[in-house]
Structures are given as C-alpha cells and as structure tokens.
C-alpha cells in the first residue's frame, strides 16, 4: 500500500513540472519602428481588435519612377473580415488592396497591398490601420508614422574609405569599397592606425602604408544597405578594436582578423564604443520595446564576450560612448523613450535618465567627456536640438534651438568637455563653448544636409560632411575653409587625437530611414522601373522557397503568415501537433485523479457502506490505473519531443545560411543580378560573382 502511495505522489510532483509546458503563454510579435512625423494619438485597445502584421515597403530604398509596394496582413481571431484596411501616407488615408482577391481566411491572415511610384525625392510618411467594425489596428507605428522608402539621387557604388592630412587638406589614403555603405571610421591617437567598418567588411589599416588594409574581416550574411549602420571604434594606440556587423560584436587585436571573442546575441547596433586603453567596451542596439533581450545598451571587459551588464529600454540605442577609462557611460534612445543616459561601469542602474528629450523623434546622439562629469546630446526637435548636462542633475545645463528646428544627427565633444561641435540636415555647423549654449562659430553650407562630424580634441576645427558630397573642414577662430571632395555622401568622420588626421567614409543616409536631398522637385517619370517581384527576391521559388527560408523567428521581406508562419504567426509557437500532447496530459491528469479517488473512497469507506459490506482496496485495479498513468506520462514526454521542432527558436544567422545554402544552389540564377551581394539568401562570390564581386 505505501508503494502505491508513493507512486501517486511522485506522479502528481512530475506533473507539475510537465503539464504548465502546454498552457504557456503565447508570445506575440510587437515590431518597434523608428519614425518621423507628428504624433498620432494612440488607439484603445478592445477584445474585438484586429491584428496587423508584418507591414512594410517592397523595395525599402532606391530612386524616384520606381514602384514601390506598401504590404500589411490583416488577420481577426473570429474570421471577421476587415470593414476597411487603410493606409495612412502622407496625411491621408487611402483604401488598400487585397493581394489575392479570392482569399478569404481572415482568421489566418490575408495580405494588403498600395502602389504608389514617387516622382521627387523626399520623407513618405504611413502606417495602416485596420477595423472589423468592433475594434481597430494600426502597425507601423508608435508615437508617429513608419518612413519609407528611402530615396537616393545616387546608386551609392562608388563609396570610399580616405585619411586626409588635415595641414595639406589632401586625401594620403583612398579606398574604394564600391556599393557598401560606411558605417563607421576610427583612427589611433597618433593617426598611424585606422579601421572602418563597411556594410559587409571591416579594415585594418596602416596609414604609412595605405595601398591596402593590413587584413580584412568579412561578413558573408550582411547586406548593402541594412536598415542600422553597425559601428567600430579603436583604442588609443591602435591595439584594440571593437565593432558591430551584421547582428555580432567582435573584439580584435590590431595583429590578427581573428576575434578575440565575438557576441551573437546583440542583435542590430547603432554603435559602439571602447575606451582608451581598450578595457571596456560598449554597444547601442535596436529591437522591440517588448522583447528584454534588445533594445540594449551593453558593457563588456576586454577578457570575456559575457557582458558585465546591460540595459533595456523602450526605444533603440542610437548611440553610446564611454569615458577615456570606461568608468562611465553615456547612451541615447529613439521612439518611444527618447532620454539620453549616464550610467557607471558597475551598474546598470542609470546615474543620469533625463526626461523625453523630443515629442516623437529620436535622440541620435550622445557623447560623454574623458572624466564623465559632462556629456552632450544631440536630437531632432523643435524644443531644443544641441543639451548639455552633467553627472549630477537629469536636468540640462542648458539646451540650444537650431534655426528651424533642424535635426542635429551628428554631434561630437572634446574630452575635456570644453567644446562642442554640432553638424545640421539644415546645413548648419556649430562650435559651442560648454559655457554657453550661444555658438562661438557657426558656418552655413548651402544646400546641403550635413550628417557626419568630428570636433578635434582641443576644439580649433571641426570636420563635418554631407550631401554635397564633400568633406569641410572649418577653423574655429578664422574663417579659413578647407574643401576634398568625395564621390559620395561623406557620413562617418573621425579626427585624430593629434588633430593631423581626417578620417572619412562615406554611404547613405545617417540612419537609413531618413530621406535626404538636395532638390525635392517633381519630375517626369518617362518609364516606370519594375522591382523584381518580393518573392521573387527570396530565390525564384515563390512560396515553395520563401516557406524554406523560414525558421528564424524573424518575419522577414516575403516572409507572410501565408507562406511562412512559423515565422509571421504570434500564434503559431507550439500550435501544431499540440492538441495531441493536451490529450495525453489531460488522460494522465484524469488516471491519477482516479487512482487517488479510488484509495481515499476505499480508506474512508466515503460511499457508507455497511460494516460487513465495507469495501477493500482491489489491487487489478490499482495496478491497471496506475500503469494506465504511467502510458499517459512516457506519451507526454514522446509529444514534448515532438512538438520542439515546431517552436520558435531565435538562431544566430549563421543558422539560416547553412539551412539556405541548398536550396539556393539550384535556385542562384533566378536571385543574382540584382547588383546586392546577398550572402544571407545563399550568394557568394562562387556562385553569383555579378553580384559578389567586391571583395567578397
């Protein structure tokens, strides 16, 4: 009988720990966009709302007379279909399309589409919103509308990676990085050292010796153009070097293009950040405001790739820099937060959280002095763009309105905190005085957006770039001038301690959702440029190739919920071959209540019975319940099994390119030829050298 007993016992403990895994909570997909625009007010939320998912614009960037795709999918718990589906664009709001008018399933998603061809360059402002006549919807939105597509008067295939003497005003290194975009340049103290950091490649150079970099790490699943730039950085001799690409930090040692250590789990960076004698480093990532794992700022040590902290906030790190030691730690956020930080290396409790710094723009800049006793910011608003504070008080010591409230996407400060330089998409350049938000010297480029600067270290010129495709470098107390031109838009600069060197590289825009132009003039679209079609982008298969792809827990590009939902489905994690696993859970769950039910009815004769009819414990039955118990519970570890292959697992990207690489095989020639290396879709240089060409 104690045996019995026991065994009952144990099961009922075993099944608290394996029946809650088929009643977890679904996880539902919350995607954070960075925006522009006014502020929409916020819908309430009801038990009858819609869901939209995965709303975009196919292509998101390229020039005027091309067609561009605005998708959502509409999707209702019940199968209401929508009373509307809109789009919000520019001001307006506009009926949207079913893509396939024959679908019907609203309870699993139906696609949405709106065409639309500009014919100037300039912001296009949307979200969608939906309604089912009970509740409502919106996505691509969170304070203000989505921006896109980003348009360009250049292709951008001539960037460029130079130093510049800052004496002669001349280029003594030029390197051609073709179609890849610039997302950051760092040079040593001294000048002697430099790296970038391409869309797809990082460089090491010796500026002694500028024919060639000194080695070359590649990124064979990044892509040109990536919505976020990445970001590197370099200590003061030139040793160590930290950088973001693609969706990993890596830590090097100037002798060798293999990382001392990498993290895969920073997901996309703005920035990053070392400090001077190269024992700490630090990152600005992006995410969902919903998901802890992103949205971070993260310090390291130079000994391990397992961060000593991080920090989540509600919007994307924009930015992040550290003191001359890294004992502290400034950082600056987009929508919805929209603060600038100062933490200490010990803790991830802020020192400084400032209030909202803009109504619904991000906050782009952040740099602290060598001591961290002041950083300066610098944000898009029409309240103040340029603020200075201290350690000590959340408070601004004072803020600087720039002329028409221009965006002030470039801002640096001297390390001893005693100047700043600002830079304008107004094309404005400021020189400040910490003393005083009044400018000491201010310079106007005419027509011209101004995205890159950098204030040399005792603050008597600044080197700033923009759209006129050109690098000005100002003197603080003459009016001297100094102009070296460039092929592209120069947005990443980068002055050496020493003040003798300019480093420069250029790309799109700062961040890759804001239009820039110089002229937003209409023009004639003689011809339409065709895209290839979405799903045609993903390797020529249609579903049957995209639905291979999927996997990643990222709903990406042509990735829908009809052709992928593991991916686009919030619902999805778990749902297959999951009513098996409850049946089994709940026949185990019922077998031992019957066991149970069966001992204390006998032990306590519950049914009255007569003395001489008292009823005895039976011991068939007793086994024949218990080993019934025990079938249902080995049935629920073998549906456990079963069931984990079809829950989302967020893999490192590596994942996806060994499970592409296949499938593309047979499939390259319908994906190369659209002049972007694609390593993350199965093309490299092997297989689709027109597209794989530059150094890859």
Partial sequence: MKLFKLIVLGFFLL????????????????????????????????????????????????????????????????????????IYFNGKMIDMDKANPADNDYKKGVKYIYKFVPNKLGSNFYYFEASNGLGKSRASIIDSPDNGPVLFESP???????????????????????????????????????????????????????????WTFNCEQCRVGDDVKGGIDISANGSKIIAAIGERIVFFDKSSNKPIWKYDKAGNAYNVAISKDGKYMAAATAGEESNIESNLLILWSERSEIPLWQYHSSGNFHDVSLSDDGSYIAGSTGCPDRRAYLFSKESNTPLVKTDSLTRDSPVHRAKVSSDGSFFAVG?????????????????????????????????????????????????????FDAQSPKPVSSWVVNNTALGGIDIADDGSFIATGGTDNKLHIFERNSQ??????????????????????????????????????????????????????????????????????????????????????????????????????????FGFIGTILALVGYLVTVRFNLLRKPVGKILRLNRKIIIFLAILSVIFFFLIVVAMLVNRPTEVKRQPFERKENRQESLLESSKEDICGNDVCEPGLGETKAVCPQDCSAGD
Avoid at 46 to 71: I, K
Avoid at 166 to 191: H, N, Q
Avoid at 483 to 500: K, L, M, T, W
Avoid at 542 to 556: F, H, K
Wanted: net charge negative.
């Fill in 15 to 86: 099944s608290s720990f394996f029946i809650p895994q088929f009643v977890l909570a679904e996880a539902k997909i919350d995607s954070s966009f960075s925006s522009s625009g006014g502020v929409i007010p916020k819908l309430p939320k009801t038990p009858n709302d819609p869901e939209l998912f995965n709303g975009h614009v196919y292509p998101n960037w390229g020039s005027v007379c091309q067609r561009y795709t605005y998708s959502v999918v509409y999707r209702d718990k019940e199968g209401r279909k929508p009373q509307y589906v809109k």
């Fill in 156 to 214: 951008f295939d001539k960037n460029e990676i130079a130093v510049v003497a800052r004496e002669a005003g001349k280029k003594i290194l030029s390197f051609s990085t073709e179609k890849e975009w610039i997302g950051g340049v760092a040079l040593s103290d001294d000048g002697r050292y430099l790296v970038a950091k391409s869309s797809k490649h990082i460089y090491f150079f010796d500026t002694t010796r500028p024919e060639r970099p000194l």
């Fill in 379 to 431: 944000s898009e608003s029409d309240a103040g763009a340029v603020f200075l504070f201290s350690k000590n008080s959340k408070n601004q010591i004072w803020k600087f309105p720039t002329y028409q409230g221009s965006s002030v996407r470039a801002l640096s400060f001297t390390p001893d905190g005693k100047y700043i330089g600002a830079a304008t998409f107004g094309g404005n350049a400021y020189i």
């Fill in 480 to 585: 001297k001038e100094t102009q070296v031109p460039f092929n592209e838009y120069v947005e990443e600069i980068d002055i050496s301690a020493n003040g003798r060197y300019i480093a420069a590289g250029t790309g799109g825009s700062v961040y890759f959702f804001e239009t820039f132009t110089k002229d937003e003039s209409s023009v004639v679209c003689s011809s339409i440029i065709e895209p290839k079609e979405e799903e045609e982008m993903m390797g020529g298969g249609g579903e049957q190739v995209v639905s291979s792809l999927c996997g990643d827990g990222r709903c990406e590009g042509p990735e829908t919920i009809d052709n992928c939902r593991r991916d686009c489905d919030p619902d999805y994690k778990g749902k297959q071959n999951k009513l098996p696993g409850m049946m089994f859970g």
